[in-house]
């Protein structure tokens, strides 16, 4: 059984620093692009990062570029989320996702995707 748990929320001050993980189980990792996205209250899900599977090719929102960087460990079935530079904007429940096929442009859009984990708070706050 495919799952996805992600790990590593939490409150953090602006300018700060945190890398949440996505552990994935019941599948190989390297055959599938994984998203992450991000959900505040009142607002639609939106694609934050996102890594190919063919070739690793990076996606990233404009918001988040230059401060994000996504990795993966494909021994360790293990996909992260390395944010700095964090603004009480990005508050938000992130999420990680993962898709067999290649989204190409596609890649920012929740529901290309079959498998979700459950969400972590990231809370930035002063």
């Known amino acids: 059984q495919l799952q996805l748990v992600e790990s590593g929320g939490g409150l953090v001050q602006p300018g700060g620093s945190l890398r949440l993980s996505c552990a994935a189980s019941?599948?190989?990792?390297?055959?599938?692009?994984i998203g992450w996205f991000r959900q505040a209250p009142g607002k639609e899900r939106e694609g934050v990062s996102c890594?190919?599977?063919?070739?690793?090719?990076?996606y990233y929102a404009d918001s988040v570029k230059g401060r994000f960087t996504i990795s993966r460990d494909n021994a360790k079935k293990m996909v992260y989320l390395q944010m700095n530079s964090l603004k009480p904007e990005d508050t938000a429940v992130y999420y990680c996702?993962?898709?067999?096929?290649?989204?190409?442009?596609?890649?920012?859009?929740?529901?290309?995707?079959?498998?979700w984990g459950q969400g972590t708070q990231v809370t930035v706050s002063s």
């Open positions: 996702a993962a898709e067999s096929r290649d989204l190409g442009r596609r890649w920012n859009r929740p529901n290309e995707y079959d498998y």
């Open positions: 019941g599948f190989t990792l390297d055959y599938y692009a």
């Open positions: 890594i190919r599977s063919s070739d690793g090719r990076l």
